[in-house]
Each structure stands twice: as structure tokens, then as C-alpha cells.
């Protein structure tokens, strides 16, 4: 088990580094992984809060803040007053934020269909059976009181 555990341990590092990006190893006029995670998660919610969204990213609000804050300097965000609570503001994805959305899924996905063409069609298979268990795991420990991140 201690050794299984390392190795996981491993590759959630590699993997942690591959998803965010080295500033130097991405164009700076497209969104990072991490923002084109945030983009989707407002795109399938909007509008919505920026508290909201700090719930959902599990991270402070000032830290959601600093993050929408980046996304509304490119262009690839709106903030407005709230037509229900005028003291509140939400956040919607704009043209340009849903074209740079739509672009890096764009690319994402061709990067996948890469890596999923180098597997034999069971080793697919097998794959999308693991990761959907794993997510399964994960969901139970958090309904007995833990978090992913225990």
C-alpha cells in the first residue's frame, strides 16, 4: 500500500504541474488551464457570484476575487449589478471570453483524442471505468464527513 502510495502521490504531482502551466510554455492572449476551468465553470452557471464561485473553485472569496479579476482585465468576463439584489454583483462569460473558451476546449480535446488514440480500445474502456470509480470513491468519503483533500 506505502508503495502505491507513493506512486500516486507522484503522479498527482506531475499532474498538478502539467495543469498549471508554466507562464513561459502558453500563449499570454489565451486563457491558462486554470482559467479556462474557471470560464466553463462560469459559462455553466452564469450569472452567478463571485462567493458562488469561490464555493464551487473551494478557495476564499479574495482569492476568487483576484481570479475574476484577471479574467475581467482580459475581456473574458462581465461583472454586473444583480437584477434581483443590486448589491450584488455577478459575473458572465462575454463574446470574447466564450470564444477563448471555446477555442482551448477546441484544443483540449484534440490533446485528448492524441492520448486516447495510443490506447488499445479496452485500455480505454478500462480507463473510463477506473476514473469513474475513483470519482465514485472520492464522492463517498466526502458524504461521510471528509473532503477530497483530507
Known amino acids: 500500500m506505502d508503495e502505491a502510495l ?11 504541474a502539467w495543469f498549471l502551466e508554466r507562464r513561459g510554455a ?9 482559467q479556462t ?14 462567493s458562488q464561485l469561490a464555493d464551487i473553485l473551494r478557495v476564499t472569496s479574495p482569492t ?15 461583472m454586473t ?6 448589491r450584488r454583483h455577478e459575473i458572465s462569460l462575454t463574446t470574447a471570453g466564450d470564444i477563448a473558451l471555446k477555442e482551448r ?3 483540449r480535446l484534440v490533446r485528448v483524442a492524441k492520448v486516447l488514440e495510443r490506447l488499445k480500445p479496452e485500455e ?21 464527513g471528509g473532503t477530497a483533500d483530507d
Open 6 to 16: 507513493d506512486q500516486l502521490l507522484k503522479i498527482q504531482d506531475n499532474m498538478m
Open 26 to 34: 502558453r500563449n499570454p492572449k489565451e486563457p491558462t488551464r486554470m
Open 37 to 50: 476551468f474557471v470560464l466553463r465553470t462560469v459559462a455553466c452557471r452564469q450569472p452567478m457570484t463571485v
Open 64 to 78: 476568487a476575487s483576484q481570479i475574476v479579476t484577471t479574467l475581467l482585465d482580459h475581456g473574458w468576463l462581465t
Open 81 to 86: 449589478l444583480s437584477s434581483v439584489d443590486r
Open 105 to 107: 476546449t477546441q484544443k
Open 124 to 144: 480505454r474502456g478500462e480507463l473510463i471505468a477506473l476514473l469513474q470509480h475513483i470519482i465514485a470513491v472520492w464522492q463517498s468519503l466526502e458524504g461521510e
